[in-house]
């Protein structure tokens, strides 16, 4: 889309922080009518800028307190199939989400569990025991700030 203009980018802004607003106060807050500011949210989806709304759970306050990012490294990519591997890490409920990446290692994914035994349990039973798992990398996350995207 290339006649963005700045009243654009306070929607999107305004929708990365709280996409739950309503048209009317999102219009409000930037200075559009409901109606304009309505037509301006469902361009933005028709040309696939905002391709879906999403509600962000604290992962904590339901009892998964440990967030760890695994790199994986496959052992080998010729007798297993990227997407068998994929569709197996992705049944895995702890598993948040699943990035194949190019770099040290394949993937990368996002793990949350309920305290590090709980983690230690999924990491063996589970993760380790997909098809192709080679090495395996674990960072916990210590903290996380909410960021923004590049507008």
Do not use: C
């Amino acid at each position: 889309m290339s006649d963005w203009d700045a009243t654009d980018y306070a929607i999107l802004r305004a929708l990365s922080r709280d996409a739950t607003q309503s048209a009317g106060a999102l219009g409000r807050m930037i200075g559009l009518s409901q109606p304009a500011t309505w037509r301006r949210i469902k361009r933005l989806e028709q040309v696939g800028i905002l391709a879906g709304r999403r509600i962000e759970l604290d992962a904590e306050s339901i009892g998964f307190g440990v967030t760890v990012f695994l790199g994986v490294k496959l052992a080998t990519k010729g007798r297993v199939s990227l997407e068998d591997f994929e569709r197996a890490v992705t049944a895995i409920p702890e598993v948040q989400s699943v990035q194949h990446v190019l770099g040290l290692y394949d993937y990368r994914l996002r793990v949350v569990a309920r305290d590090i035994s709980d983690f230690e349990r999924v990491l063996r039973r589970r993760i380790m025991a997909l098809p192709g798992v080679g090495n395996v990398e674990a960072n916990v996350l210590l903290s996380e700030e909410r960021m923004l995207g590049p507008i």
